[in-house]
Protein backbone atom coordinates (compact mmCIF):
# COMPACT_ATOMS: atom_id res chain seq x y z
CA UNK A 1 0.00 0.00 0.00
CA UNK A 2 1.36 3.15 -0.99
CA UNK A 3 1.21 6.10 1.33
CA UNK A 4 -1.23 7.85 -0.75
CA UNK A 5 -3.86 4.86 -0.76
CA UNK A 6 -3.92 4.83 2.87
CA UNK A 7 -5.67 8.22 3.00
CA UNK A 8 -9.02 8.47 2.87
CA UNK A 9 -10.02 10.61 0.19
CA UNK A 10 -12.92 12.68 1.35
CA UNK A 11 -13.84 15.42 -1.59
CA UNK A 12 -13.71 12.02 -4.11
CA UNK A 13 -15.86 9.94 -2.11
CA UNK A 14 -17.85 13.31 -1.98
CA UNK A 15 -18.23 13.63 -5.65
CA UNK A 16 -19.34 10.08 -6.45
CA UNK A 17 -22.36 10.61 -3.83
CA UNK A 18 -22.81 13.77 -5.41
CA UNK A 19 -23.44 12.48 -8.54
CA UNK A 20 -25.53 9.71 -7.46
CA UNK A 21 -27.76 13.10 -5.69
CA UNK A 22 -27.92 15.12 -8.88
CA UNK A 23 -29.10 11.64 -10.93
CA UNK A 24 -31.63 10.68 -8.32
CA UNK A 25 -32.83 14.57 -8.45
CA UNK A 26 -33.03 14.41 -11.84
CA UNK A 27 -35.43 11.33 -11.81
CA UNK A 28 -37.76 12.62 -8.97
CA UNK A 29 -38.60 15.82 -10.69
CA UNK A 30 -39.54 13.59 -13.91
CA UNK A 31 -41.65 11.06 -12.22
CA UNK A 32 -43.53 13.53 -9.84
CA UNK A 33 -42.34 17.22 -10.68
CA UNK A 34 -40.96 17.99 -7.35
CA UNK A 35 -37.48 19.53 -6.82
CA UNK A 36 -36.08 19.02 -3.31
CA UNK A 37 -35.88 22.30 -1.26
CA UNK A 38 -33.78 22.93 2.12
CA UNK A 39 -34.27 25.84 3.84
CA UNK A 40 -30.80 26.62 6.50
CA UNK A 41 -31.16 28.72 9.18
CA UNK A 42 -28.15 30.49 10.64
CA UNK A 43 -28.74 32.56 13.38
CA UNK A 44 -25.94 35.42 13.99
CA UNK A 45 -22.67 35.76 12.01
CA UNK A 46 -20.06 33.32 13.73
CA UNK A 47 -17.85 33.13 10.80
CA UNK A 48 -17.37 29.41 11.08
CA UNK A 49 -20.84 28.44 10.62
CA UNK A 50 -21.43 31.24 7.78
CA UNK A 51 -18.68 29.53 6.01
CA UNK A 52 -20.61 25.88 6.61
CA UNK A 53 -23.84 26.99 5.80
CA UNK A 54 -22.62 28.49 2.44
CA UNK A 55 -20.49 25.17 1.39
CA UNK A 56 -23.76 23.48 1.68
CA UNK A 57 -25.48 25.74 -0.20
CA UNK A 58 -23.08 25.79 -2.78
CA UNK A 59 -23.36 21.50 -2.57
CA UNK A 60 -27.23 21.95 -3.16
CA UNK A 61 -26.44 24.37 -6.55
CA UNK A 62 -24.31 21.53 -7.64
CA UNK A 63 -27.04 18.35 -7.66
CA UNK A 64 -29.76 20.37 -8.19
CA UNK A 65 -31.60 20.91 -4.96
CA UNK A 66 -33.43 24.08 -4.06
CA UNK A 67 -31.74 26.03 -1.11
CA UNK A 68 -32.89 28.71 0.47
CA UNK A 69 -31.28 30.33 2.99
CA UNK A 70 -32.73 32.41 6.04
CA UNK A 71 -30.20 34.15 8.09
CA UNK A 72 -31.31 35.65 11.03
CA UNK A 73 -30.07 38.50 13.89
CA UNK A 74 -27.76 37.31 16.89
CA UNK A 75 -30.89 39.17 18.68
CA UNK A 76 -33.54 37.42 17.28
CA UNK A 77 -36.17 36.02 19.76
CA UNK A 78 -36.91 32.51 20.78
CA UNK A 79 -40.32 33.11 19.61
CA UNK A 80 -39.48 34.03 16.41
CA UNK A 81 -36.93 31.41 15.72
CA UNK A 82 -39.74 29.08 16.30
CA UNK A 83 -42.29 30.61 14.03
CA UNK A 84 -39.94 30.66 11.08
CA UNK A 85 -39.12 26.48 11.54
CA UNK A 86 -43.68 26.65 12.02
CA UNK A 87 -44.03 28.71 8.50
CA UNK A 88 -40.82 25.63 7.23
CA UNK A 89 -42.57 23.01 8.54
CA UNK A 90 -45.98 24.05 6.57
CA UNK A 91 -44.55 24.62 3.09
CA UNK A 92 -44.43 22.05 0.70
CA UNK A 93 -41.93 22.85 -1.65
CA UNK A 94 -38.81 23.00 1.47
CA UNK A 95 -38.43 19.22 2.25
CA UNK A 96 -35.21 19.81 4.78
CA UNK A 97 -34.76 22.16 7.54
CA UNK A 98 -31.35 22.50 8.92
CA UNK A 99 -30.75 24.73 12.23
CA UNK A 100 -26.77 25.94 11.90
CA UNK A 101 -25.62 25.16 15.19
CA UNK A 102 -24.05 26.54 17.56
CA UNK A 103 -27.28 28.99 18.48
CA UNK A 104 -26.41 32.01 20.60
CA UNK A 105 -26.87 31.43 24.26
CA UNK A 106 -30.17 32.78 24.95
CA UNK A 107 -32.06 30.29 22.27
CA UNK A 108 -33.38 27.02 23.40
CA UNK A 109 -31.23 24.96 20.62
CA UNK A 110 -32.90 21.80 21.63
CA UNK A 111 -37.05 23.31 21.72
CA UNK A 112 -35.67 24.46 17.97
CA UNK A 113 -34.74 21.33 17.12
CA UNK A 114 -37.47 19.32 18.37
CA UNK A 115 -39.81 22.27 16.69
CA UNK A 116 -38.37 20.95 13.08
CA UNK A 117 -40.96 18.12 11.52
CA UNK A 118 -39.10 14.79 12.07
CA UNK A 119 -39.47 13.97 8.63
CA UNK A 120 -38.06 17.24 7.65
CA UNK A 121 -35.15 16.90 10.09
CA UNK A 122 -32.26 16.20 7.44
CA UNK A 123 -29.55 16.65 10.28
CA UNK A 124 -31.23 13.84 12.18
CA UNK A 125 -31.67 15.81 15.61
CA UNK A 126 -34.83 15.42 16.51
CA UNK A 127 -35.68 12.92 19.62
CA UNK A 128 -37.91 10.36 17.33
CA UNK A 129 -34.97 10.37 14.64
CA UNK A 130 -32.69 9.60 17.63
CA UNK A 131 -34.93 7.51 18.77
CA UNK A 132 -34.89 5.46 16.10
CA UNK A 133 -31.28 5.26 15.33
CA UNK A 134 -30.89 3.66 18.71
CA UNK A 135 -33.72 0.88 17.95
CA UNK A 136 -31.64 0.62 14.43
CA UNK A 137 -34.04 2.37 12.01
CA UNK A 138 -31.82 4.69 10.40
CA UNK A 139 -33.51 6.88 8.16
CA UNK A 140 -32.31 10.54 8.83
CA UNK A 141 -29.80 10.01 11.34
CA UNK A 142 -26.67 12.94 12.02
CA UNK A 143 -24.53 13.43 8.69
CA UNK A 144 -21.25 13.07 10.15
CA UNK A 145 -21.66 9.58 11.49
CA UNK A 146 -23.42 9.00 8.45
CA UNK A 147 -20.82 10.18 6.21
CA UNK A 148 -18.16 8.43 8.34
CA UNK A 149 -20.16 4.72 7.86
CA UNK A 150 -20.64 5.48 4.00
CA UNK A 151 -17.02 5.94 4.05
CA UNK A 152 -15.96 2.56 6.09
CA UNK A 153 -18.41 0.61 3.38
CA UNK A 154 -16.63 2.49 0.38
CA UNK A 155 -13.11 1.48 1.77
CA UNK A 156 -14.28 -2.25 2.52
CA UNK A 157 -13.65 -2.07 6.39
CA UNK A 158 -15.01 -4.53 8.20
CA UNK A 159 -16.91 -3.38 11.14
CA UNK A 160 -18.53 -6.30 12.91
CA UNK A 161 -16.70 -7.54 15.92
CA UNK A 162 -14.08 -4.70 15.42
CA UNK A 163 -12.99 -2.23 18.83
CA UNK A 164 -14.52 0.68 18.05
CA UNK A 165 -13.26 3.51 20.03
CA UNK A 166 -15.19 7.25 19.93
CA UNK A 167 -13.53 10.02 21.40
CA UNK A 168 -16.23 12.65 22.20
CA UNK A 169 -19.88 12.05 22.96
CA UNK A 170 -21.59 15.32 21.63
CA UNK A 171 -25.53 14.85 20.24
CA UNK A 172 -23.81 16.04 16.56
CA UNK A 173 -20.79 13.03 16.55
CA UNK A 174 -19.67 11.21 19.16
CA UNK A 175 -23.16 9.81 20.68
CA UNK A 176 -25.04 8.95 17.34
CA UNK A 177 -22.00 7.65 16.13
CA UNK A 178 -21.46 5.30 18.76
CA UNK A 179 -25.13 3.93 17.98
CA UNK A 180 -24.39 3.71 14.44
CA UNK A 181 -21.01 1.35 14.71
CA UNK A 182 -23.43 -0.69 17.56
CA UNK A 183 -25.64 -1.70 15.08
CA UNK A 184 -23.29 -2.65 12.97
CA UNK A 185 -22.18 -4.94 15.98
CA UNK A 186 -19.03 -3.38 16.85
CA UNK A 187 -17.36 -3.55 20.32
CA UNK A 188 -17.92 0.62 21.27
CA UNK A 189 -15.89 2.16 23.70
CA UNK A 190 -16.88 6.39 24.15
CA UNK A 191 -14.85 8.78 25.32
CA UNK A 192 -14.78 11.97 26.37
CA UNK A 193 -13.36 14.40 28.28
CA UNK A 194 -13.64 13.01 32.08
CA UNK A 195 -12.30 9.58 30.79
CA UNK A 196 -9.28 8.58 32.98
CA UNK A 197 -6.42 7.37 30.71
CA UNK A 198 -7.69 8.17 26.98
CA UNK A 199 -4.34 6.32 25.89
CA UNK A 200 -5.53 2.80 27.34
CA UNK A 201 -8.63 2.59 25.71
CA UNK A 202 -7.47 4.37 21.94
CA UNK A 203 -4.61 1.72 21.74
CA UNK A 204 -7.20 -0.79 21.65
CA UNK A 205 -9.11 0.60 18.87
CA UNK A 206 -9.03 -0.54 15.29
CA UNK A 207 -11.39 2.04 14.66
CA UNK A 208 -10.97 5.07 16.08
CA UNK A 209 -13.44 8.05 15.26
CA UNK A 210 -12.55 11.83 17.21
CA UNK A 211 -14.57 14.72 17.25
CA UNK A 212 -13.34 16.73 20.34
CA UNK A 213 -11.90 20.25 18.85
CA UNK A 214 -8.89 19.67 20.37
CA UNK A 215 -5.84 20.27 18.31
CA UNK A 216 -3.49 16.93 17.64
CA UNK A 217 -5.03 15.20 21.00
CA UNK A 218 -4.39 11.78 19.72
CA UNK A 219 -0.61 11.17 19.05
CA UNK A 220 1.02 8.55 17.64
CA UNK A 221 1.69 6.39 20.65
CA UNK A 222 -2.16 6.42 21.57
CA UNK A 223 -2.64 4.11 18.65
CA UNK A 224 -1.92 0.48 17.25
CA UNK A 225 -0.48 -0.49 14.48
CA UNK A 226 -3.06 -0.74 11.42
CA UNK A 227 -5.61 1.38 13.05
CA UNK A 228 -8.34 3.27 10.65
CA UNK A 229 -9.07 6.51 12.02
CA UNK A 230 -11.61 9.35 11.30
CA UNK A 231 -11.09 12.83 12.00
CA UNK A 232 -14.39 14.70 12.49
CA UNK A 233 -11.80 17.59 14.67
CA UNK A 234 -11.28 21.10 13.32
CA UNK A 235 -9.58 23.95 15.16
CA UNK A 236 -9.10 27.24 13.33
CA UNK A 237 -5.44 28.71 13.97
CA UNK A 238 -3.69 31.60 12.35
CA UNK A 239 -5.74 30.63 8.98
CA UNK A 240 -4.80 27.07 9.47
CA UNK A 241 -7.33 24.25 10.43
CA UNK A 242 -6.21 21.29 12.38
CA UNK A 243 -8.00 18.11 13.00
CA UNK A 244 -8.06 16.52 16.11
CA UNK A 245 -5.19 13.36 15.17
CA UNK A 246 -1.26 14.52 14.81
CA UNK A 247 -1.64 13.41 11.53
CA UNK A 248 1.91 13.59 10.53
CA UNK A 249 2.53 11.23 13.17
CA UNK A 250 -0.22 9.05 13.76
CA UNK A 251 -0.58 8.22 9.77
CA UNK A 252 2.28 6.66 9.63
CA UNK A 253 0.71 3.47 11.88
CA UNK A 254 -2.64 3.60 10.34
CA UNK A 255 -3.76 1.62 7.67
CA UNK A 256 -6.37 4.23 6.65
CA UNK A 257 -6.62 7.70 7.98
CA UNK A 258 -8.81 11.08 7.11
CA UNK A 259 -7.02 14.22 6.25
CA UNK A 260 -8.13 17.23 7.66
CA UNK A 261 -9.07 19.25 5.59
CA UNK A 262 -10.13 16.84 3.07
CA UNK A 263 -11.29 13.95 4.70
CA UNK A 264 -14.97 13.84 6.86
CA UNK A 265 -16.19 17.51 6.06
CA UNK A 266 -16.66 17.00 2.53
CA UNK A 267 -18.32 13.60 3.08
CA UNK A 268 -20.94 15.35 5.87
CA UNK A 269 -22.32 17.60 3.35
CA UNK A 270 -22.63 15.17 0.96
CA UNK A 271 -24.88 12.89 3.20
CA UNK A 272 -27.07 15.76 4.20
CA UNK A 273 -27.94 16.07 0.26
CA UNK A 274 -28.91 12.70 0.08
CA UNK A 275 -30.95 13.07 3.32
CA UNK A 276 -32.46 16.16 1.29
CA UNK A 277 -33.37 13.61 -1.15
CA UNK A 278 -34.66 10.90 0.79
CA UNK A 279 -36.64 13.81 2.80
CA UNK A 280 -38.35 14.91 -0.77
CA UNK A 281 -39.25 11.48 -2.00
CA UNK A 282 -40.97 10.84 1.06
CA UNK A 283 -43.03 13.75 0.82
CA UNK A 284 -43.58 12.81 -3.09
CA UNK A 285 -44.68 9.11 -1.68
CA UNK A 286 -42.01 7.46 -3.21
CA UNK A 287 -40.78 6.29 0.13
CA UNK A 288 -43.15 5.78 2.85
CA UNK A 289 -41.07 3.50 5.36
CA UNK A 290 -39.51 7.23 6.91
CA UNK A 291 -42.32 7.51 9.70
CA UNK A 292 -44.88 4.64 8.92
N1 LIG B 1 -22.77 22.53 13.59
C1 LIG B 1 -21.69 21.70 13.52
N2 LIG B 1 -22.00 20.58 12.85
C2 LIG B 1 -23.29 20.69 12.49
C3 LIG B 1 -24.18 19.84 11.77
O1 LIG B 1 -23.85 18.73 11.33
N3 LIG B 1 -25.44 20.32 11.61
C4 LIG B 1 -25.84 21.51 12.11
N4 LIG B 1 -27.10 21.89 11.90
N5 LIG B 1 -25.04 22.33 12.77
C5 LIG B 1 -23.77 21.91 12.96
Known amino acids: ???????????GLAKKIEERVKYEVEGLKKSTGVVPGLATILVG????????????HKACDRVGINAEDHKLDASISHQELLALIESLNLREDIHGILLQLP????????????????TKDVDGFHPCNVGKLLIGDEQLVPCTPAGIIKALEEYGVE????NAVVVGHSNVVGKPMAAMLLNRNATVSICHVYTDDLKRYTKEADILIVAT?????????????????FDAGITEEDGKVYGDVDFENVSKKASLITPVPGGVG????????????????????QRTHLYK
Open 45 to 56: DDPASNMYVRLK
Open 1 to 11: MTDESKIIDGR
Open 103 to 118: LPSHLDAQEAMQTIIP
Open 213 to 229: GVKHLIKADMVKDGVVI
Open 159 to 162: IEGK
Open 266 to 285: PMTIATLLTHVVIAAKHFAG
